[in-house]
């Protein structure tokens, strides 16, 4: 009896179905390695904004608080952009009926302000540029975050340091994921949100991940992992 033999074309099917896998694998590590490098996730991104604002010097050596600029990061869903008459408070040179300034302000006469002062005068909004932009799909509450011991510096890095605003972490999925199953070494007591400086070791209060544990047991800090959390 003579022994079976496969036709010629199941050779060939054979090699184009594992040709497809590798194939496959390969597109699929390609998009993965693609997908993750900083210039994809926007690491590093800095956008030229319509006035040089300086958060080196306004956060940093001013030591102004984040919440003054942007007053509902720890009330509502997003932080607030400034309205112009927050940098009138300091920039714009108000007078009284006698022609007197009615209040200090410095660089009142700056050419870098310029947009400043239009828009005051016309009341026209100024367009800034977004820096930390996420997906349309995602869901993120600052004040969810800030109120339970999340500080800016977490997200935004030394913000007290740079000249120009860039994004200074990935704010991927895995990111996020990586705080929301361990919290306790990024959390710190509400009244240090936004001291970028705060180290508890320094001040002898113990270590991160100590102070973040007690700061989790305090606020009930419970980070949730379901899709629905931020996919909504």
Known sequence: MDKFHFP?????????????????????????????????????????????????????????DCRYCHTTVDKAGHAAIPATN???????????????????????????????RESLATDKSIYWEKVHDLADYVYFNHSAHVNKGVGCVECHGRIDKMEVVYQ??????????????????????LDQITNMEWDPEVSGEGSRAEVGAAVADKLGVHPNTNCTTCHR
Not at 173 to 179: A, E, F, K, N, V
Not at 181 to 187: A, G, I, Q, S, V
């Open 168 to 189: 200074h972490e990935p704010l991927s999925m895995s990111w996020c994921l990586d705080c929301h199953r361990n919290p306790e070494p990024r959390l710190r007591p």
């Open 8 to 64: 010629p074309w199941v050779n060939t099917f054979t090699l184009m179905v594992l040709g497809g896998i590798a194939a496959g694998g390969a597109y699929a590590g390609a998009v993965l390695f693609y997908g993750t490098m900083p210039r994809v996730m926007y690491t590093g991104y800095q956008p030229e904004q319509p006035v040089p604002y300086s958060h080196k010097l306004h956060a940093g050596e001013l030591k102004i």
């Open 86 to 116: 927050t940098c009138g408070n300091c920039h714009n040179a108000t007078q009284n009926p006698d022609g007197t300034l009615a209040k200090t302000a410095i660089h009142t006469t700056s050419l870098k302000l310029t947009k400043v």
